[in-house]
């Protein structure tokens, strides 16, 4: 494409000859004084120098310098051009080049060519929009195509074609439209069919100064009244009503004239007796430039090329025949080769995998559908069936997540809990469970409870999987007990805890980071009595997947499919972003946790309640600017906002914080707020709110017991 362009360039330059100019040179609505007009540069021409020409009118003047040079990549200045050099051009007798424009792409070609003058052509309705004339086009349209040209036209001078119906019927409208395809098309003039009739409309559109370029002999906009495309001012009488259109334009201030389909005897004429630059397209070499329709002198159009176009292209048989490769390409197979295709790296295809097998499982298991098979021999690693699974922790947490999982039934499950009626409860009676917000209830009779380690060990062995589920000042008694109940060889020890720095704790016993694996959970519940858990919040559940070896993340896969099987859907998320995930909820039960304990409240009134408001969202900003201070992006854009939406979210809900204050046990204070402050203090942070909830929280905790 760019050949062809060149090659229409040099035969533009090459053959295009000029008319002297005589007394003023007028440029649109700019006229050069008298003075000026034999030695004009365009850089060193003071603005002032440019005044409105319009007979019987007051003079306007324009302050708008050229814009700045750009430079390109190998050095060489490209200036955008201006009204200046088109009229020096003019003066100089150097043809100026013109072209069609519609789009981007084409338009960042054009400019690298160095053509002079790029029109946003009506003529987009036939060779872009395939419309049978230009009658179609809107304003909209040429503003649309105006936009993408000025995008990749930073030199060219872009020319805004107005189209049929926009300017013939109202003066005002004419220049309302004229004034929006500068303003919203980018346009630095615009262009508009007919002579005499159309003068009174050109001359208001640049008294509101706009740049226009007239267009008389054959408009296609017209083109039916005139019988169709044929050529005009065949006659002299023809010729000279042309002379006298092209004059009512130059007087009425246009700063050019497009001619199209006349003799080239009769464009010589008009460019003799006008002192303005004429444009021809299919009238002959004689005028100051030409211009041609892009589509047509490429071959990219699939109608009839006109008799005047010259073809320096052949642009659609090189499209047809790169097309037709891709295709036969596409159907044999050959397409696309390892070299166009991306890499995963090392690992993380297996990852995939596991990852969207997970997720066909979690899938099958809330349609109801029988889940997918899991290939038992790709999953030869620690803890590949989980047959046995011990619950440490008798809370609401470890009640509800225990008793899903035995009720699921393709584990067999313990519990255990120093709680002693609660477990004895369950052994007796099994695990009444009862679904959100009312749902079904049932008793579970599967789970096996106890408070001796030594009990399971001795009916069922080593565990596959622990999942501790007790209090953060807990964690380390958790884990010795953990440390006797999982295999030797083989089995994960899962964390669902709230606060941070639980995992830390476990590994302090367990040294094995492999086999310690991190996860939160959003999920609520409370514990109604002895043997009676009820599922008061519905959550997400996220486990990190470690970037170890592929067995381990194989394990941690099955054990995120045994929790969804088990009704509570699971994730995989990478390590790095576990922190978000867990500072996340933490910040929440920062907010919510101790405030629902100190005031004795269900979660629903810290929402309901200003003060209680207040006072949550300062500590919840407080942690918020803890994790923002430690690198970490939370997995919501306003912690206040969310933490406020889960407290009216689990209004009825009590924390567990609350359950422990009324019980007189030791709350995980230290492990959720208390966290908050270390990591503040550390980090110069101001965590004074939480401070003061951590020291009121355990003050209570200590009075009870004085």
């Known amino acids: 494409m760019i050949t062809g362009i060149r090659r229409y360039l040099s035969n533009v330059v090459n053959t295009t000859g000029r008319s002297a100019i005589r007394g003023m040179a007028c440029v649109g609505e700019s006229v050069v ?239 003799t007796n006008l002192s303005i630059p004429t444009i021809g397209i299919g009238a002959g070499k004689d005028t100051s430039g030409q211009v041609l329709v892009l589509h047509d002198m490429i071959g990219l159009n699939p109608g009839r090329t006109p008799k005047f176009c010259k073809k320096y292209a052949d642009v659609s048989a090189l499209i047809k025949e790169a097309i037709q490769g891709y295709t036969d390409d596409v159907r044999s197979g050959s397409f696309p080769t390892p070299e166009y295709c991306y890499k995963m790296p090392e690992g993380e295809l297996e990852k995939m995998k596991l990852i969207l097998n997970l997720s066909a499982t979690t899938k099958s298991a809330s349609s109801g559908a029988p889940a997918p098979t899991y290939d038992k021999r790709k999953a030869r690693h620690i803890g590949s069936d989980m047959k046995k699974i011990a619950v440490i922790g008798g809370g609401a947490m470890g009640s509800f997540i225990g008793g899903c999982l035995a009720r699921q039934g393709s584990s067999k499950v313990w519990m255990v809990s120093d709680w002693s009626d609660h477990v004895n409860h369950i052994s007796m009676n099994g695990l009444r469970l009862d679904s959100f917000e009312g749902g079904s209830s049932s008793v579970i009779n599967t789970i096996r409870a106890t408070s001796n380690v030594s009990e399971v060990l001795a009916e069922d062995g080593h565990m596959d999987m622990v999942i501790i589920l007790v209090k953060s000042p807990n964690t380390v008694f958790a884990a010795e007990r953990a440390a006797q109940l999982i295999h030797p060889d083989h089995g994960h020890i899962l964390t669902l805890q709230n606060g941070v720095g639980n995992r830390e704790s476990i590994l302090s016993v367990i040294d094995s980071p492999d086999r310690v694996i991190q996860g939160v959970t959003a999920h609520g519940a409370l514990l109604m009595g002895t043997g009676h858990v009820q599922h008061t919040g519905m959550g997400t559940t996220t486990l990190a997947l470690p970037a170890s070896s592929l ?156």
Request: proline share 4%; hydrophobic share 40%; net charge neutral.
């Open 33 to 271: 004084r008298p003075e000026l007009a034999e030695d004009l540069n365009p850089l060193t021409v003071p603005p002032s120098t440019f005044a409105m020409r319009v007979p019987g009118k007051q003079r306007r003047y324009y302050s708008t310098p050229p814009r700045e040079e750009k430079k390109e990549k190998k050095g060489k200045t490209r200036r955008k051009v201006t009204i200046l050099d088109i009229m020096k051009k003019h003066q100089n007798k150097e043809p100026i080049t013109m072209i069609t424009c519609y789009d981007y792409p084409t338009s960042t070609i054009i400019d690298d060519v160095g053509v002079d003058l790029v029109l946003v052509g009506d003529s987009a309705g036939m060779v872009v929009h395939g419309h049978e004339s230009t009658v179609p086009v809107s304003v909209d349209d040429i503003i649309s195509h105006c936009r993408a040209v000025r995008r990749g036209s930073k030199r060219s001078f872009v020319i805004a074609d107005m189209p049929f119906g926009s300017f013939e019927v109202d003066i005002k409208e004419a220049v309302h439209n004229a004034l929006r395809m500068v303003k919203e098309g980018g346009a630095d003039a615009v262009k508009l069919e007919g002579g005499v009739r159309m003068a009174k409309t050109a001359e208001a559109i640049v008294q509101a100064g706009v740049l226009v370029m007239g267009h008389v002999g054959l408009t296609p906009q017209t083109s039916a009244a005139m019988g169709g495309f044929r050529v005009q001012g065949k006659s002299a009488a023809a010729a000279q009503t042309l002379l006298e259109d092209a004059k009512s334009l130059q007087e009425a201030g246009c700063f050019s004239v497009v001619i199209e389909g006349v003799p080239p005897e009769v464009s010589s004429y008009l460019t």
């Open 551 to 706: 067995a381990v993340q194989q394990a941690v896969g099955n054990i995120a499919r045994i929790l969804t099987l088990a009704g509570i859907d699971t994730s995989l998320g990478e390590c790095a972003a576990m922190d978000s995930v867990v500072w996340g909820k933490l910040i929440i039960n920062a907010g919510i946790n101790p405030l629902s304990a100190l005031f004795r409240v269900k979660n629903g009134v810290l929402a309901e309640n200003a003060m209680c408001r207040e006072l949550l969202a300062k500590t919840v900003m407080e942690a918020a600017e803890v994790a923002d201070s430690k690198g970490i992006k939370l997995p919501f854009s306003n912690p206040i906002e969310m933490a406020l939406k889960v407290a009216k979210n689990t209004g009825s809900n009590q924390s567990s914080m609350l359950c422990d204050v009324l019980r007189g046990v030791q709350t995980e204070i230290d492990a959720i707020n208390g966290a908050v402050v270390r990591e503040g203090l550390g980090l110069g942070v101001n965590v004074s709110t939480n401070e003061n909830l951590v020291e009121m929280v355990n003050s209570n905790h200590r009075l009870m017991f004085a």
